[in-house]
């Protein structure tokens, strides 16, 4: 075996849906109907988000990396919580005066789980799936 320590990934999916509109006051209603499309929806529209917590570090002596249920419970109470079935512009402080694009839940989400975060494997990444086609990834420093 290597002296080099061997680093393991491990990824949580969790769903959650969500609503939001795409708007910004520093357009005309013409450049918000154009930058954002359908997304600039004046009732808003919703999506079935895919969210991956993806953690990194070095197995136990029992050969996990972390206790799930731990993982779980942080994101159902810090996330799952707070995002399923709201409107992320009108039921979300934080996106007050912030457009709630899905490049802006990534921070949001990456920063709830950083503050609480005790687990003993390191927050590597989330990784939220909007779409098929729409997919981000944020990498964190924890």
Known sequence: MSSTPN????TRRYRFAASHRLDTAALSPEENRK?????????GHGHDYVLDVIL?????????LV?????DEL????VLARLDHRNLNVDLPEFAGVIPTTENLAFLIRD?????WTLPARLA???ISETARNIFELETDK
């Open 125 to 127: 990444a989330v990784r």
């Open 56 to 64: 990194e570090g070095q197995p136990d002596g029992n050969g996990q």
């Open 67 to 71: 206790d799930r249920r731990a993982v």
């Open 75 to 78: 994101v159902s109470g810090q």
């Open 7 to 10: 680093v393991v990934r491990l």
């Open 112 to 116: 709830a789980l950083a503050s609480q």
């Open 35 to 43: 930058l954002y499309g359908k997304c600039n929806n004046p009732y």
